[in-house]
């Protein structure tokens, strides 16, 4: 996938004045919320989850290598195979060398960021094999060329007329807007690969250290036939998702879908532990774990460790406003909206993703909703301070906060020219009460007005508070 979060801005501009993204995004902010806000209303405990779920996902970080040799040892005794990858490339190589020992022409893939993130896709297609994408989302935006906008609706940004329009493209039949109909011919299509396929590839929203488990959290049965009918099943992962027991795995799992989707329950939670057994009637005869690491080692002990918590719920961008107004997209690589502005500097450097830590509000709605107290606009704040340090902030931003710190540091200054500042903004608001220009603040007046101020400043508003007793 091609890394375009340097071009952010443009691309947001651009998404701003898409009319049918901006109708599509209108089922982000006006489902998901609320759904979720409707779950969690139904479980009181559920705060008191979200604080064991942290805790738990902080041990594990502090014991990392200790949960994944214990998950190792329990997948090889159950006769499966564990591949280490510290980079993308690794990974690739690593999956590429199980397929051709199978000989495999044609792989199903159930829906997994991790192999977004290596480009599994393409490398696959360079080396002779089809890769099939089978979530239905997925395998809407394979056939357009696109990549996922979204971690657990990758096509959220296509309309019901969009998906029409693909099917009719690439089913030749004719065109229907019935969801039902649109089901049923992706249903028959890929029926046909998941029968031929000679392995299936499918991601991991947890691993279990005790038992060697993989568990794919899903609202199809696509994820099923991917792993059960190949002869090959690899999981492709990150190794941040080990948890110590199948109860800790039951605690996230409350919590998972409830922050995601507002369900009580996904549909399909699928554990897998090895291969076919002797007895079994159906299964894949080998089983493969690719642990991808990618940079996410070097976070243990850094600013940044409390990000390796996360889940991959979305709660985070389903609540953003920046995320709602621009979409998935925009932030130009694999993982978008609060999530991915800590987390896409980590992994392709902050010369290039430099951007995202600045689309934010620092509203603190991210933070609020994560299901387990990841302090997002913190980090934020942390990848805005090593911009900063290695003079990647724009000029002009710098010579700002160069100011604003000269009169911080002169308190009588900074009241002075606070005070002053404010009357202006008071005089060009007028009787209007509120200011559509202002000048060298133009990317924020461009797009809202700003309310004209109460004419006194927070100090002396205070003062006075002060002096009357209140």
């Not at 490339?89 to 000989?103: G, H, P, S, V």
């Not at 029968?195 to 794919?216: M, Y």
């Not at 998972?256 to 079994?280: F, H, I, K, M, W």
């Not at 009241?415 to 404010?422: E, W």
């Amino acid at each position: 996938m091609q890394i375009r979060t340097p071009e952010f801005k443009e691309s947001a501009r651009i998404a701003l004045h898409d009319v049918g993204l901006q109708k599509a995004l209108g089922n982000v902010k006006n489902g998901f919320p609320g759904k979720r806000a409707a779950a969690m209303a139904r479980l009181p405990e559920f705060d008191a989850l979200r604080d064991q779920a942290r805790d738990v996902k902080n041990h594990v970080i502090a014991h990392l290598d200790l949960y994944l040799e214990q998950f190792e040892a329990k997948v090889l005794e159950n006769g499966g195979h564990v591949h280490w990858c510290r980079t993308s490339e690794d990974a690739r190589q690593t999956i590429l060398k199980i397929c051709r020992e199978q000989n495999a022409r044609t792989v199903t893939k159930g829906k997994s960021m991790v192999t977004e993130e290596i480009n599994l896709n393409e490398f696959l297609e360079q080396n002779g094999i089809q890769p099939i994408e089978t979530d239905l989302g997925e395998y809407i935006i394979q056939l357009r060329g696109e990549h996922p906008s979204h971690i657990i609706a990758p096509a959220i940004h296509l309309n019901l007329e969009d998906v029409a329009d693909t099917f009719h493209a690439h089913h030749h039949t004719p065109r229907s807007v019935d969801p039902k109909v649109l089901m049923q011919e992706a249903r028959e299509r890929l029926r046909e690969k998941f029968a031929a396929a000679d392995v299936g590839i499918t991601g991991a929203n947890f691993l279990v250290a005790e038992t060697g488990s993989s568990i794919i959290v899903t609202n199809e049965g696509n994820g099923d036939l991917t792993q059960i009918l190949p002869n090959t099943h690899i999981v492709v992962t990150s190794i941040e998702k080990v948890v110590p027991t199948l109860e800790d795995m039951t605690l996230f799992l409350r919590l998972l879908a409830r922050s995601a989707t507002g369900q009580e329950c996904s549909v399909y939670n699928t554990l897998s532990t090895g291969g076919r057994r002797p007895g079994d009637q159906d299964g894949p005869e080998n089983f493969h774990v690719v642990l991808v690491d990618n940079g996410r080692s070097d976070m243990v002990g850094n600013d940044f460790q409390d990000m390796l918590r996360c889940i991959r719920c979305a709660a985070c961008m389903n609540h953003c406003p920046v995320y709602g107004a621009v979409g998935g997209h925009s932030y130009g690589w694999v993982y978008p909206g609060p999530m991915g502005s800590v987390l896409t500097p980590q992994m392709i450097g902050i010369e290039q993703g430099a951007l995202l830590p600045n689309a934010s509000t620092f509203c603190g709605k991210c933070e609020s909703v994560c299901p387990v107290h990841i302090p997002l606009p913190k980090l934020m704040r942390h990848w805005r301070e090593k911009e900063f340090e290695k003079h990647l902030t724009p000029r002009t931003a710098r010579w700002g906060l160069g100011g604003w710190a000269f009169m911080a540091r002169r308190p009588a200054l900074y009241r002075k020219f606070s005070a002053l500042s404010n009357a202006a903004l008071r005089l060009m608001a007028g009787k209007k009460g509120y200011i559509r220009k202002i000048p060298m603040v133009g990317a924020w007046t461009d797009w809202r007005d700003m309310p004209a101020p109460s004419g006194k400043t927070f100090m002396q508003q205070w003062q006075e508070k002060q002096r009357s007793g209140h």
